[in-house]
DNA sequence: TTTACATTCAATAAAATTGTTGAATGTAAA
DNA sequence: TTTACATTCAACAATTTTATTGAATGTAAA
């Protein structure tokens, strides 16, 4: 093989992974495996396909070396193939949003640019928690709770908060977090506590950007784990 | 506009970006491009395309915010836009590497497995250099040398090695590098130099990532630069 | 102005990607 | 075994991506 022929096949070997990059339903099943391992028809459903479709992008990236299946019961769980699969996922999106203004233009259009105000850090909220000054709310499905959650992190699921919502504490403020920067979920919750009297903002990152920075969470143990590779 | 239509734009918007990186002669051509800035015909040239096919390419990374134009005299110079979308490039060729086993399959069969054992990482290149114990040469063609090549380095372009190997010091072992890890250029001119008693070596890195790591280099100046902005 | 030439454009055909449909597979529980 | 059902497969049409060709554009030097 001479080195023209040799150049061609490593490049395209090379876009065989960024191929299974360059679809809008597979960035968006990327950023739900983020969050945790899920079967397929939790992902269709999450991301708004069909199951038979879900399962053939999902196909894409598990021959592109990106996700991972474990059979657990009826269930086969779909996860991203390692954290380098993740750090990869967070490089994409920051370059989306840097490269791509009409992102932060999208974003910013939906949130009205009013909760900008009611943004929280990752630093000031671990300060908060330490003096016991907020009242953290995980408003992701409850699934995604229990995979894996800030630690002191409540459970209040966006789509039952309006009912939920009297069980909060009104002595003190509200954070809510979610997937992350693409997700809504936190910003909706943030906009119905504040017109119901609440003092509510959002923490800036999402469950997998505060865990990527080795800050305090909780996991669940022992179902449909793989023996531990390296990245 | 409700929130699926929302996320369906935003994944869509992000998808722009991925699916420009989504093709083996694109990122061929970023690899080119981040060795420094080049116009229309040399990246044709050096990735093996038509004029008219590395233009249209040229421009769906410039479309994507991925690259940038400068003009300077009769040429158009094309550049990585900046820092943040060098560092994404190198971060998918590392997931490349990491998620599919052709690449370093290939990479192996290509050296033939025997240059492993002459490979020389940046600290002992570093150190030896202090000691004058090596004689560093850059093997890319001269045009990229002239852009920015480390401290110290001599130009050998790989095709004139086997006529200007007698100006090369026999004192002194011989380190070479060239692009990076998916160019070949410096594994051949250590075997053609192996092979005529001189003691020759590999850097590990090439040119872009030697410079990703603060370490000391020589860019040339003044000419068709941009205004720095930020990543 | 004219000329040279680097780059882009427009049109086309070939190839690859995508979503849908309904049937097929395979596993686990009954 | 049989049944239920999560997942995958196969086939198709629609859409998108790609390389090639030759002409058009636009800038700089003559």
Chains 1, 2 share one sequence.
């Not at 640019?113 to 330490?130: P, V, Y």
């Not at 408003?139 to 709770?145: G, Q």
Request: with cysteine; net charge neutral; proline share 3%.
């Amino acid at each position: 093989m001479n080195t023209r022929d040799f150049k061609t096949s490593l490049y395209k070997q090379l876009a065989k992974v960024t191929k299974a990059l360059s679809n809008a339903h597979r960035l968006e099943i990327l950023d739900l495996l983020a969050q945790g391992s899920f079967p397929v028809e939790y992902i269709a459903e999450h991301a708004n396909m069909s199951v038979a479709n879900a399962s053939q992008h999902l196909q894409v990236l598990k021959k592109a070396g990106l996700a991972d299946t474990v059979r657990d019961g009826k269930y086969i769980y779909y996860q991203l193939f390692d954290k380098s699969v993740l750090e990869t996922w967070r490089a994409l999106r920051q370059l989306g949003f840097s490269r791509n203004h009409e992102i932060s233009e999208l974003l910013e259009d939906y949130r009205n640019r009013k909760d900008q105000l009611n943004l929280i850090s990752s630093d000031e909220l671990l300060l908060k928690l330490q003096k016991s000054e907020v009242y953290l709310i995980d408003v992701r499905p409850e699934e995604e709770y229990n995979l894996g959650h800030i630690t002191e992190a409540n459970s209040f699921p966006h789509k039952q908060l309006r009912e939920k919502m009297q069980e909060l504490p009104t002595n003190r403020e509200i954070v809510a977090y979610c997937r992350g920067p693409l997700c809504l979920m936190a910003d909706d919750a943030v906009e119905l506590l504040n017109q119901n009297g609440f003092v509510a903002s959002r923490l800036e990152k999402g469950f997998p950007d505060w865990a990527a920075g080795n800050l305090p969470i909780q996991r669940k143990t022992d179902t449909h784990q793989k023996k531990q590779g390296e990245s």
